[in-house]
């Protein structure tokens, strides 16, 4: 049986968090409003001892306790005041885990002791005192000691104009995965297995992108549905890794797989949610935050403290303006860049976290300045989905200059083009780099991450197969997901065998591929679009923890998923041979190349410049894009593509001739060899063709005007 003593050391206040220093372990929490901190020690047997933390400085209440070993399990509870109205609902009944907890040990175990009040229907539930203990229900957090050895790791630092992100769920990459040991499947260790890097060396991204692998928690009405949260957005533990995909229960194992990808010249990107927590709206659970300070940790509504602001859609909204809620936030950040060595991070409704109060959106409020002067933050890749469902909650090229961002227009106008709509002239300004979003205060092309598909939506087999979603498996009459998806089935809903449709299928998949990793801008796959993954209709899969999610590698050594798989790893093959295809700063056809030869220049399917009136034309689905540079040796070369969104082909003539025109991508014909073409090129309907010159540019438009 475990022997605590009957009083903690007085201890230090920084850092937050538990650390163990050889001899014993400190203990520091913040609460500006608690009455007094209680720490809760189990042991094996699971007997609860409780140590006040009698010393508090700056607000942060702090004990030490000697002889405390890593592995010991802990919470806290802490009383004041329980006054709903005023914003105050501590409620020592209720067991907390520490924001700081690095390791979690049980999980949500869901019943109505996790409330702070007594549930009912009645709309003023939440003024009731709960009296009954929560400690059952309760995860707990673990003290550990970071002992990781780091010294032969090298990070990639892949420059972002030679980075390819590929987007993927920790589980769901490997679940299905024969090739890997079956207790390991689904889980970090496997994210570093051998048969993963290849394939993602072989279709040549650089950055593998993981959906949120916080610690998070199940949500009770999904398990009462028999779903559950498989994306894992409903974080509680923002330092600890999520358990559920650990094969052996040490974090080391997802170092070990960081540093084995590293070796292999892949970056790791986490998807983290900072903008609200797993404790709902005033009605939630208390679980850490809601017991330890709810006035300090979140946002309320102005006037009436009793009840959360709802930026986020979840029910509460993080206050990143209180310092000691945006120093958890960059203290977090920080541990999974020195103790995980991420490489970067991409933040949920990054909008959410740009808003200081009340006071709207400003990409000058504290989060960004934070973690733009930190040293270690700031070498990192920082990218930002610029929504919300607040106040001015769509803020698309208005981040400040460090961060990328999710380009959602190069998504809404690459679907419309492909699928025969849409302005020519709409399309242009995404593929160009979205110069008129980005091109401000010294940003580069990269910071638009362009995308067509992620994980909250259709994959990209699934945009040409499907017009309507098909939620049904979500339990909630088809009613979640988006209506408005710009998709087409080309003549049958889902599935089909008939030879046309699937023809138009493929070619327009591959123009959409080809479109993405052709464009200006940080390209971001969706993993399983390059071998045709499915989710049978379903655009919003963030309950769906079996195969309409995981991964089916078997159909990836399919002829058709390997044709696919081989056609992607061409595309980026030419993205990385070509530095206009991922030119450094923006184009905007001012400069001069050559004599007449601008550095980018936009033509119709006759090799003519476009007019404006031309630009408006909503008939019109012919159009070229031609970049151009000079090489060190004087030489031109450009690349052209000749984009075909109609559906009948069309006859492109090349604008200017040079001394060599190679062909080198053709969506219509996935395996076409290079070869030369002439002044004319034929792209079938709904295909584009990409062409490279070599040499010198013809006479006749070197002397144009």
């Known amino acids: 049986m475990d022997v605590f003593p009957d009083r903690l050391r007085a201890g230090q206040p920084y850092p937050l968090g538990a650390s163990y220093d050889g001899a014993g372990v400190n203990f520091a929490v913040f609460s500006g409003n608690a009455d007094g901190i209680e720490l809760c020690v189990f042991g094996d047997d699971g007997t609860e001892t409780r140590l006040a933390l009698n010393e508090c400085t700056d607000e942060v209440w702090h004990g030490y306790l000697p002889d405390a070993r890593p592995g010991l399990r802990y919470g806290y509870r802490a009383h004041g005041r329980y006054e709903p109205e005023n914003g105050h609902r501590f409620n020592p009944n209720k067991l907390l885990l520490d924001p700081y907890a690095k390791k979690l040990d049980g999980e949500v175990v869901w019943d109505d002791t996790l409330h702070g009040y007594t549930v009912s229907t009645d709309e003023d539930a939440d003024l009731t005192f709960d009296e009954r203990d929560s400690a059952h229900a309760m995860p707990k957090a673990v003290v550990v000691q970071d002992n990781f050895d780091w010294s032969d790791d090298r990070r990639p630092k892949t420059p972002w104009t030679k980075t390819i992100i590929y987007e993927a769920h920790a589980k769901g990459l490997t679940q299905l995965l024969q090739d890997v040991p079956e207790a390991e499947r689904g889980t970090y260790k496997a994210l570093a297995h051998p048969k ?168 000058r409020s504290g989060f960004f300045d934070v973690l733009r002067q930190d040293p270690v933050l700031n070498q990192l890749k920082l990218i930002s989905e610029p929504w919300d469902i607040g106040p001015g909650g769509y803020q698309l090229g208005n981040h400040p200059p460090g961060f990328a961002e999710w380009n959602d227009k190069f998504r809404n106008e690459t679907r419309l083009f492909w699928k025969g709509e849409g302005q020519r002239s709409d399309f242009a300004s995404r593929i160009a780099g979205s110069a008129d979003l980005f091109d401000e205060r010294a940003r580069r092309p990269w910071a638009s991450v362009n995308f067509v598909t992620a994980h909250d939506g259709q994959t990209m087999a699934d945009v040409a197969s499907y017009e309507g979603k098909h939620n049904q498996a979500n339990g909630e009459d088809n009613k979640d997901g988006s209506d408005d998806n710009n998709s087409c089935n080309w003549g049958v809903e889902g599935p089909t065998d008939d030879p046309a449709i699937i023809g138009t299928r493929g070619r327009v998949i591959r123009s959409m591929l080809t479109t993405l990793l052709m464009s200006l801008g940080t390209p971001m796959i969706l993993g399983g679009d390059e071998f045709g993954r499915t989710q049978e209709g379903n655009n919003n899969t963030y309950c769906q923890d079996n195969e309409l999610n995981w991964f089916n590698w078997d159909h990836l050594e399919s002829d058709e998923g390997h044709a696919l798989s081989d056609f992607v790893r061409r595309l980026t093959a030419v993205r990385r041979h070509y530095p206009l295809v991922r030119a450094s700063h923006f184009l905007h056809g001012k400069v001069e190349v050559a004599p007449g030869v601008l550095d980018i220049d936009w033509f119709d399917e006759r090799g003519e410049h476009l007019s404006d009136e031309d630009w408006g034309n909503p008939g019109a689905k012919a159009l070229t894009m031609r970049r151009v540079r000079k090489r060190k040796d004087g030489t031109l070369e450009s690349v052209t593509m000749l984009m075909n969104g109609g559906a009948e082909p069309i006859s492109f003539t090349m604008p200017g001739l040079t001394e060599e025109r190679y062909l080198v991508i053709d969506s219509a014909d996935p395996t076409a060899p290079e070869r030369e073409v002439g002044e004319t090129v034929e792209v079938k309907d709904r295909s584009v063709v990409v062409v490279v010159d070599v040499g010198s540019i013809s006479s006749e438009e070197g002397q144009a005007g």
């Open 196 to 363: 993963v890097i290849d394939h993602l060396q072989r279709i040549g991204v650089t950055a593998l992108e993981l959906l949120p692998i916080h610690g998070f928690v199940q949500d009770r009405n999904l398990q009462e549905k028999g779903l559950v949260n498989y994306w894992g957005y409903n974080t509680l533990a923002f330092f600890a890794p999520e358990p559920r995909y650990m094969a052996t229960g040490d974090a080391d194992e997802l170092r070990n797989a960081i540093r084995t990808l590293h070796r292999a010249g892949i970056e790791v990107i986490l998807d983290v949610v900072y903008n609200h927590t797993a404790e709902g709206s005033e009605k939630g659970a208390t679980l850490s935050f809601r017991g330890l300070d709810n006035k300090a940790y979140y946002r309320s509504v102005k006037d009436q403290p009793r009840y959360c602001v709802n930026d986020t859609g979840t029910g509460n909204t993080f206050d990143l303006s209180h310092p000691r809620v945006l120093q958890l936030v960059a203290d977090s950040l920080r541990w999974w860049a020195e103790s995980f060595h991420v490489d970067g991070f991409r933040f949920d409704l990054g909008c959410t976290l740009g808003r200081d109060g009340d006071n709207g959106f400003d990409p």
